[in-house]
């Protein structure tokens, strides 16, 4: 089916407009553990697979602030589609940072979709013209709507000292899914594990972080928007939180609405709404859920910002974005448990979307881009001056 993206159109808006379809196929990705194809479908004529794709590539080329809001609508209607929207999207747009002929490759197909997966521990052994890469590459969400796989990997010299963390784009058809993902929350995100058997990638294929992160970019022909120049661990952790923003507001909505017609079980309240109690919880909330958005939203404009004015953000401005990452994961925890004591045990049954998207937050929180006290301790070292840097991904 064509895409309907319309020229101009507002991807917020686009998305919004999804959401009851959405909302109505959740329980079955859940169930299925894969995103159901309709909604594939609908984010495919929708073009949001390719929101933060440039548009040399036939996609938005949305900012990130943009893409964030985004991501957040389409999480209100199901977590898992959005997340795995943020996903392929994330992945899509690092794949666009490879060298021309690896671009071309990758989009040669118009619905060329990216996943990606694994840890820098696992190896990618350097042969000539590329890297032959072989093992399980776990947490691939999105893999089975996938062209593309992304495979993180160390590469090493001859005598096994670490290189450089690369990103090796691999067809899919050369891989193997084993699945895996077998969780309590975001189930639908199908996250499952890529397995490479001396797969070999070719260079023009292989991202090089230490190249991308010094800006050593600037001969390829295809490049010129501002996509190209974002700082990329943190535009990367920054999409990251954006799904649960948007499962935290879904909760919200969800509750309030209940506050009105349900009472409180062995009091006088015959309203949930007429309880001061709950009238603090709901604002307390609220006003948690609201600052976890703005302040995930001021950093990523400071990220465009950037990469609109060509200039590098320091060191501690980066760092401060993974900080405000970690803090806001903890304020949408923090606004989220106190709503889903108001519904008390009802909303924890299984035919509650409330019980679902709690379980979506929780996890989804735990992404590793999202930890609270190790993202706290890597600005607070940057503050301070303090040496011993506890992740590179700054």
């Not at 703005?294 to 990469?307: G, I, K, M, P, Y």
Request: with cysteine; hydrophobic share 45%; charged share 20%.
């Amino acid at each position: 089916m064509a895409q309907t993206q319309a020229p101009g159109a507002d991807p917020v808006a686009v998305a919004a407009e999804l959401c009851s379809l959405l909302t109505h196929n959740a329980a079955q990705a859940e169930s299925d553990r894969r995103l159901p194809a309709e909604n594939v479908q609908a984010l495919e004529d929708a073009n949001l697979f390719k929101l933060m794709v440039q548009r040399r590539w036939g996609g938005y080329a949305a900012s990130l602030p943009t893409a964030i809001r985004t991501f957040a609508e389409l999480a209100k209607g199901c977590g898992s589609t959005g997340w795995v929207a943020m996903i392929l999207n994330g992945y899509g747009w690092w794949a666009s940072l490879l060298s021309d002929r690896g671009q071309e490759e990758v989009f040669a197909d118009a619905h060329a979709r990216v996943c990606a997966a694994g840890a820098p521990s696992l190896k990618g052994l350097r042969v000539p013209g590329g890297l032959r890469i072989s093992g399980k590459f776990p947490f691939a969400s999105g893999c089975w709507h996938s062209s593309w796989g992304g495979l993180n990997v160390q590469v090493e010299d001859g005598d096994h000292n670490p290189v450089d963390v690369v990103v090796a784009f691999a067809s899919v058809s050369e891989l193997e899914i084993e699945d895996t993902w077998f969780v309590a929350g975001i189930c639908g995100t199908g996250s499952n594990t890529l397995m490479a058997r001396d797969v070999f990638v070719p260079d023009h294929r292989v991202l090089w972080m230490a190249k991308v992160l010094n800006g050593e970019l600037a001969h390829r022909r295809h490049t010129g928007e501002h996509s190209d120049h974002y700082w990329m661990y943190s535009a990367n952790a920054l999409i990251t939180i954006a799904p649960v923003i948007g499962i935290a507001q879904s909760i919200l909505d969800c509750v309030i609405d209940g506050t009105g017609k349900l009472g409180i079980t062995f009091t006088t309240y015959v309203r949930q709404a007429d309880s001061s109690v709950v009238q603090h919880q709901i604002a307390e909330a609220a006003v948690k859920i609201d600052s976890a958005l703005l302040l995930t939203l001021r950093s990523a404009h400071e990220v465009q910002d950037a990469a609109v004015a060509g200039t590098m953000m320091d060191y501690v401005a980066r760092a401060r974005i993974r900080g405000v990452v970690g803090f806001a994961a903890r304020l949408l925890r923090e606004a989220i448990d106190p709503l889903m004591s108001i519904g008390g045990a009802s909303d924890f049954a299984d035919s509650s979307p409330l019980q679902r998207m709690w379980r979506d937050a929780s996890v989804a929180t735990r992404h590793v881009l999202l930890a609270t006290d190790p993202s706290l301790e890597t600005y607070g070292r940057a503050l301070l001056g303090v040496e011993g840097n506890i992740t590179p991904m700054i």
